[in-house]
């Protein structure tokens, strides 16, 4: 084939469905984030615009279009631009280095440091929210994106080191490498418990989702650092948002959950099999990669609806005090678990000694925590009802 | 390399989308009726007596920002260890450790000065 057509054009074309796939995600979340939390609170949600209020999905973007853009006087005009489209770039773009199926079909490119230029293009978000914060002029908007940017960047640092044990484990950047690693052995979720915790945690407030939603906290900052913006300005920034939490749903997928593969020790779906079923083992993989993908989304909104706001020093606390010492446990624990404890084989096949004992540990870790926390406190606060207040 | 044109090339054609939908297509077709008063900031409804860039803002956030950068170049020097960790074995883990150890010291300073906490 022409190495042109090869290597640009047909990983354009399928860079192109992606990200209209990608799109049309996007914007229908924002009519199931809205349904979905109306049926969590008891009530409708959406309902008007077409059945089921599925339109809401065309509508939104027509209105967004068709509303007037006010530009503050006093902004800093060319700041004031930027700040909703620049990270609109890294977001899209890093769809071309996820691999939604077995390569080299269903992936945009291929490259070695994979996860990596990830890591790199979103970390870039935090620049459209400072800049937009900050251009605003407005009191709100610079309280909103200081904070934003404060919390970005904190839960960044564990954000990171939980993927390092990770890399550990599979020994290398390569998305494709680490989710036929899974496959292969187990799913990084259960070596890896601790890490696929502070790792879920984390792109939680990094995305500002509740319960770490403060630069949006409305009762105090009205919308945070998009409180100036309307119309497709706006937009971006929603569009943004959501990108990045899909983007990061799917490193949750491929980093713990073996991606597009169901297969645990070499048996199931592993990438070799859905190889063989040709082509339409590839859309299966993709399916199943979707699903999965969005079981995470659906407990983004799960959490939505369930979890009060944090305060913003205990938000300051959690990332610093408990995210960072725990992450860095946790690779030392990889580290010496891994070295001590390497693959043994016994009658011929392989045993993951390793491995074992690291989920043994994680899960004994995860029912400790519980049992402290669920355990009835000696001195438990005496509850006076509501109605009997004045009687205390 | 051919993979990284495809990310610049994508990059070119994602840039053109807002472009195009905030400068071009928008203006045809939204509404503009602007005055003075709409275009002030968003405040409480009296004129504002300052800007927000005649504001200061709290040191901590400068030192969370310094913060980060110590921490995250950290994690920087970890991602390449990591992928060469089962190689390079108990020398490795030892002189990771080290690094950590120091690293770590300067963690609890930071810590025992209240440079963490935020009220």
Excluded at chain 1, 111 to 124: D, P
Aim: hydrophobic fraction near 55%; aromatic fraction near 14%.
């Amino acid at each position: 084939m022409n190495p042109w057509m090869l290597y640009l054009v047909w990983p354009l074309i399928k860079f192109l469905i992606a990200f209209v796939i990608v799109q049309v995600i996007v914007a229908a979340m924002n009519w199931i984030e809205r349904r979905v939390l109306g049926l969590i609170q008891a009530r409708l949600g959406p309902n008007r615009v077409g059945p089921w209020g599925l339109l809401q999905i065309v509508a939104d973007p027509i209105k967004f279009l068709l509303k007037e853009d006010i530009v503050p006087s006093s902004a800093e005009k060319i700041a004031y631009f930027l700040g909703p489209m620049l990270p609109l770039v890294p977001a899209f773009i890093v769809f071309c280095l996820i691999p939604f199926g077995p390569p080299p079909t269903f992936a945009v490119t291929h490259t070695n440091v994979g996860l990596l230029l990830i890591l790199a293009l979103t970390s870039t978000g935090v620049y459209g929210i400072i800049l937009g914060g900050w251009a605003s002029n407005n009191k709100y908007s610079l309280m909103g994106g200081l904070r934003s940017a404060a919390q970005m960047v904190s839960y960044e640092v564990p954000f990171g080191l939980s993927i390092v044990g990770v890399l550990m484990l599979c020994g290398s950047l390569d998305l494709v490498h680490i989710i036929n690693y899974q496959a292969h052995h187990v799913w990084n979720v259960f070596p890896q418990l601790i890490a696929a915790f502070i790792f879920f945690v984390s792109m939680n407030a990094e995305n500002n989702r509740t319960p770490f939603d403060l630069p949006e906290a409305e009762s105090e900052l009205v919308a945070g650092y998009h409180t100036e913006y309307s119309a497709m300005k706006f937009a971006f920034f929603m569009l943004a948002e959501y990108s990045a939490m899909l983007v990061n749903c799917c490193l949750m997928v491929s980093l713990f959950l073996g991606g597009w593969t169901l297969a645990i020790g070499g048996y199931g779906l592993t990438t070799a099999t859905l190889k063989s079923m040709g082509f339409m083992g590839g859309l299966l993989g993709t399916v199943i990669f979707v699903v999965k993908v969005m079981t995470f989304m659906m407990i983004y909104i799960w959490f939505r609806a369930t979890f009060p706001r944090f305060r913003f020093d205990q938000l300051m606390d959690l990332g610093w005090k408990w995210m960072i010492p725990l992450a860095l446990i946790n690779i030392f624990v990889t580290g010496i678990v891994v070295l001590a404890a390497p693959e043994m084989i016994i009658n011929g096949s392989v045993v993951p000694v390793g491995e074992t004992i690291l989920a043994v540990a994680g899960a004994a870790t995860v029912a400790l925590t519980l049992f402290l926390i669920m355990k009835p406190r000696a001195h438990a606060p005496k509850v006076i009802h509501a109605s009997r207040v004045s009687e205390a | 390399m051919a993979n990284y044109a495809v990310l610049l090339v994508a990059a070119l054609i994602v840039i053109s989308l807002p472009v195009l939908t905030l400068f071009i297509l928008a203006p045809l077709v939204r509404a503009s009726r602007a005055n003075k008063v709409k275009l002030e900031p968003y405040e409480c409804g009296v004129p504002a007596t300052s800007h927000a860039f005649d504001h200061r803002f709290s040191v901590r956030y400068f030192l969370i920002a310094v913060l980060f950068i110590i921490f995250d170049v950290e994690t920087v020097f970890l991602f390449p260890w990591a992928i060469r960790f089962k190689q390079l074995g108990w020398f490795g883990a030892v002189e990771m450790a080290t690094f950590l150890a120091i690293l770590l010291i300067g963690y609890f300073y930071a810590w025992k000065r209240k440079v963490l906490s935020w009220v």
